[in-house]
């Protein structure tokens, strides 16, 4: 019985554990279109498509590279 415990208890640890997993990081470079240079400390925003709700915002380094953490995935409607 104790092994049983032992496995469940296992088991569920790395199901919660694959829940909390389930984001995805955005990162990328805004550069200039003509000039091709960073932009610096630009503003980022991630709406949903659905609802243009925003999901998450970001901004720029001075490099112009940004990312946005813990996005959790959307499933669009067919």
Do not use: W
């Not at 909390?20 to 091709?36: E, H, M, Y």
């Amino acid at each position: 019985m104790k092994t049983f415990s032992a496995v469940f208890f296992l088991a569920l640890i790395f199901s919660v554990a694959s829940v909390f997993a389930q984001t995805t990081l955005i990162k990328g470079r805004v550069i200039d279109a003509k000039s091709q240079s960073p932009v610096e400390y630009a503003s980022i925003a991630l709406f949903n498509s659905v609802d243009s709700v925003l999901v998450a915002g970001s901004v720029a380094k001075a490099n112009g590279r940004f990312q946005i953490d813990k996005v959790a995935p959307v499933q669009l409607p067919a």
